[in-house]
T-cell receptor
Framework: RKEVEQDPGPFNVPEGATVAFNCTYSNSASQSFFWYRQDCRKEPKLLMSVYSSGNEDGRFTAQLNRASQYISLLIRDSKLSDSATYLCVVNMRGAGNQFYFGTGTSLTVIP | NAGVTQTPKFQVLKTGQSMTLQCAQDMNHNSMYWYRQDPGMGLRLIYYSASEGTTDKGEVPNGYNVSRLNKREFSLRLESAAPSQTSVYFC??????????FGPGTRLTVT
């Protein structure tokens, strides 16, 4: 079983739409959570950390549900520039400094 | 401030050839990582170095060696390249429990 699982999509949404991605993780001892964004043929870039209480950054909202072991990313008022692959990243307690990546969810925002 | 730099950007090797991928960071981060990214597999950790002078295996270390030359530099060596090592290789650095910054990647093809 993979440590981190994401629906690969693709998600194709019109501009202005709201879209949400979920990511599940298998290890209940997981400690830190992040969403990264990766554009085609580029390196991943940190989008936002995910805190237990949930957190927002502009149009982006991240939430953590420890009981069900998933994190989510909500994007409101989608822009064409949001088109990318979104990677869920989890750090496991006791795994040194290892981070586990989901395979990514592909989003295309359509004009 | 260049962040994380990697060389080369592209490389084609024949089976059995060796090469070293170079990575350097100028953010004074303690931890550095090497990942490979394959379609449908996400990013997988090859080796990491939690601090200067230490290295540890990640999820897929077979066929690779690493050297943490100093705090800035972390190199990845393929002693005898195999077609299964065709991939995109990313170096990253971080502080504390943040995954941090990625380099632009090296696209390696082994024929």
């Amino acid at each position: 079983r993979k440590e981190v699982e994401q629906d690969p999509g693709p998600f194709n949404v019109p501009e202005g739409a709201t879209v949400a991605f979920n990511c599940t993780y298998s290890n209940s001892a997981s400690q830190s959570f992040f969403w990264y964004r990766q554009d085609c043929r580029k390196e991943p870039k940190l989008l936002m950390s995910v805190y237990s209480s949930g957190n927002e950054d502009g149009r982006f909202t991240a939430q953590l549900n420890r009981a069900s072991q998933y994190i989510s990313l909500l994007i409101r008022d989608s822009k064409l520039s949001d088109s990318a692959t979104y990677l869920c990243v989890v750090n496991m307690r006791g795994a040194g400094n290892q981070f586990y990546f989901g395979t990514g969810t592909s989003l295309t925002v359509i004009p | 401030n260049a962040g994380v730099t990697q060389t080369p950007k592209f490389q084609v090797l024949k089976t059995g050839q060796s090469m070293t991928l170079q990575c350097a960071q100028d953010m004074n981060h303690n931890s550095m990582y090497w990942y490979r990214q394959d379609p449908g597999m996400g990013l997988r950790l090859i080796y990491y170095s939690a601090s200067e002078g230490t290295t540890d295996k990640g999820e897929v270390p077979n066929g690779y060696n690493v050297s943490r030359l100093n705090k800035r530099e972390f190199s990845l060596r393929l002693e005898s390249a195999a077609p299964s090592q065709t991939s995109v290789y990313f170096c990253a650095s971080s502080e504390a429990l943040r995954v941090g910054n990625f380099g632009p990647g090296t696209r390696l093809t082994v024929t």
